[in-house]
């Protein structure tokens, strides 16, 4: 029987707020407005029939948690039994702990190089923790090396394997980090290390997880609806191109088109089907029409004469996306199953055991940021 698991990363903290990177330091703690989203999380979280709440041990997951079911009791009157576990911790990274983000780009140049882009490869010197007063000299010390992504990983498989089968025909939910919550989906979806960066998280972004013994499916990813934001906040800049991806099977009911309202459209990209042109003359109409935003710019449609046009525009997008000044924004209508090829490839998702399960009606966004080395998963099947 399947396990259905939704992974909340915590609220906003103070070094989400300064700016600084965390990892395993414990010094960060919930924000006002941290704890604000964790209670909205927890009221969406109240209508799923929760057998258990797993977090990690640090206070800002911790505090994510409590509010979380201070919401849900508040809803349902009832709780689930809290279960802090050390393997939920976020990546360690010792060196970085504390320092803005800036400072880390400037002064580890080589190394942040290779945390963007080879994850897999990254490494840190770790110092052994000494006893008080045994004279050593810390510089004489050999250090130990350590791969942070490797190890978060494993960390992940281990998770799944001892809780998996202690909920089967269950629903959980789990409270942790960015990058822990990466190598969850990771794990369970077969992407390995090297596609860390690929996916987003955003503070108290929901993904779920349907995972059984033979197979894991990812049907939602960092939807951030429940927060009231119609898409997730940029995280690496407001540069670079963001396609906003729709099946042409999807049917435009209102509130799908509402949403697509409220977004400063530039671009439509379409294959030459006729659904395909009738949908954007949908859209174009709604669009027009709609009082909630101005569009002073009709969204221009480019209609592509190649069945494979998808594939054909990501890769012209990762050869020039370092070259886009400011962020823009495109509409693409496709089949599901190109959607899901493409998304597959994003991810370098090959089993076919596990799969991403594309909603009619959702919306997905993929993102070519300026400033990374490959496109990132903004979300997966928003929906209304």
């Given at each position: 029987m399947n396990t259905r698991i939704l992974l909340i990363r915590h609220g906003q903290s103070t070094y989400n707020a300064q700016g600084l990177y965390q990892g395993c330091c414990d010094d960060?703690?919930?924000t006002e407005k941290g704890r604000l989203t964790a209670y909205q999380t927890g009221i969406e979280l109240?209508?799923?029939p929760l057998a258990a709440l797993y977090s990690s041990p640090l206070q800002r997951t911790q505090e994510t948690a409590q509010e979380v079911l201070s919401a849900i009791s508040s809803v349902t009157h009832q709780t689930p039994p809290l279960h802090p576990h050390p393997k939920l911790r976020e990546v360690n990274l010792p060196a970085w702990q504390g320092l803005p983000f800036q400072q880390v780009r400037e002064q580890f140049v080589q190394d942040y190089r290779c945390w963007?882009?080879?994850p897999h490869e990254f490494s840190i010197a770790i110092a052994p923790d000494l006893p008080v007063g045994d004279g050593a000299d810390v510089a004489?010390?050999?250090?130990?090396?350590?791969?942070?992504?490797?190890?978060?990983?494993?960390?992940?498989?281990?998770?799944?394997?001892?809780i998996v089968p202690r909920h089967a025909g269950e629903t959980i939910a789990i409270v942790s980090h960015g990058g822990m919550i990466r190598a969850l989906i990771g794990a369970a979806m077969g992407m390995g290390c090297t596609?860390?960066?690929?996916?987003?998280?955003?503070?108290?972004?929901?993904?779920?997880?349907?995972?059984?013994?033979?197979?894991?499916t990812l049907t939602a990813m960092n939807v951030t609806a429940h927060l009231g934001e119609v898409l997730p906040k940029l995280k690496d800049g407001k540069q670079g191109m963001r396609l906003l991806l729709l099946p042409i099977e999807a049917e435009l009911t209102a509130p799908l088109k509402a949403?697509?309202?409220?977004?400063p459209l530039e671009v439509c990209l379409t294959g030459e089907a006729d659904r395909a042109r009738s949908m954007v003359e949908e859209i174009g109409r709604s669009r027009h029409l709609s009082s909630a935003q101005s569009h002073p710019h009709p969204m221009v449609h480019l209609p592509i004469a190649h069945p494979d046009f998808l594939h054909i525009w990501h890769r012209s997008l990762c050869a020039q996306s370092q070259t886009c000044?400011?962020?823009?924004?495109?509409?693409?209508?496709?089949?599901a199953a190109q959607i899901t090829s493409l998304l597959n490839q994003v991810l370098g998702l090959s089993n076919p055991k596990n799969k991403l399960a594309i909603a009619p009606?959702?919306?997905?966004?993929?993102?070519?940021?300026?400033?990374?080395?490959?496109?990132?998963?903004?979300?997966?099947n928003l929906t209304n």
């Open positions: 960060s703690v919930l109240s209508h799923y963007r882009e080879r004489t010390v050999s250090q130990s090396i350590t791969f942070p992504v490797q190890e978060l990983y494993q960390h992940a498989y281990q998770f799944w394997q001892e596609h860390f960066h690929a996916l987003q998280q955003s503070n108290c972004g929901m993904s779920l997880l349907d995972v059984s013994p033979a197979q894991a949403r697509l309202n409220q977004v000044p400011n962020l823009c924004t495109g509409l693409v209508i496709a089949e009606n959702g919306i997905s966004i993929l993102y070519y940021p300026k400033a990374a080395p490959a496109p990132v998963l903004q979300s997966l």
